[in-house]
DNA sequence: AGTCATTGGGGTAATTGGGGGA
DNA sequence: TTTGTCCCAATTACCCCAATGA
């Protein structure tokens, strides 16, 4: 069967708690906090876009971060963003 | 090639339980719960409008874009949090 | 006429949400 | 301040097997 696959990939509380090796009610209060943003199911549970998961896992440079992406953001425009 | 209009997409429910990453029994669960509109074929199988799953994936995901309050909110004391 | 993955139905464990307290 | 753990109620996931869809 043909998949049109044009979602973004989802992950339960429990996959999010276990990458970042935290409880998932942990999970739940950032999702609270504005700081993950959450699709959540009919049925109320939380789903959590993978994308945005990895990106914040992989922001270990956090300090000199928001300057570096301040200043990427607005200059060389073709050699960046490579994903999907 | 049959035909497929292009108002009228139907999605199966192994679709639909991929893109909200959730059980296709889930799904009809919700079916059954009037949460979404389900049309059944002659045999009994459920099908699912495209346009309707994408409108409630896309209702709960009211972003909090409040990513920066992540990175350097450990040094801003005076305004932030005030609940409980 | 067949195969084979998917779906439906029911029932039972596991996960999740929310509040509260350590 | 952030996290982990307690409670309970609701939602979801996995088990079976028979019928449908392609």
Redesign the interface.
Request: without cysteine.
């Given at each position: 069967?043909s998949?049109?696959g044009d979602?973004e990939?989802?992950?339960?509380p429990a996959e999010v708690a276990s990458l970042f090796r935290v409880d998932p009610k942990t999970v739940t209060r950032w999702a609270k906090?504005?700081?993950l943003?959450?699709?959540?199911?009919?049925?109320g549970h939380r789903?959590y876009k993978e994308s945005e998961v990895r990106a914040?896992l992989g922001?270990a440079s956090?300090a000199a971060?928001?300057e570096a992406a301040a200043n990427a953001a607005a200059a060389d425009p073709g050699k960046d963003d490579r994903q999907r």
């Open positions: 069967m998949f049109h979602s990939v989802l992950l339960t906090a504005g700081k943003s959450s699709i959540r199911t009919l049925g789903r914040l922001a956090e971060e928001a």
